[in-house]
């Protein structure tokens, strides 16, 4: 893969895990109590699509460090 093609696959997680924590954090924030294990699992699932983000990104840095 070139790199823009990482940059993409990088920044469609990005999105996902912005879309995937507005949609399931908010429903959780106004549920009547707040559903905090809901907004948990959210925020979970929001650091591991960003951590799986940096990690494709980290391939453009790997390919930079060995040329």
Request: hydrophobic share 60%.
């Amino acid at each position: 893969m070139n790199d823009d093609q990482l940059k993409h696959i990088a920044s469609v997680f990005n999105l996902m895990a912005f879309a995937e924590f507005g949609a399931f954090g908010y429903a959780a924030i106004n549920a009547h109590p707040v559903a905090w294990v809901k907004l948990a699992v959210a925020a979970a699932g929001f650091i591991n699509l960003q951590w799986f983000a940096v990690w494709v990104l980290s391939f453009l840095k790997d390919k930079e460090a060995k040329s």
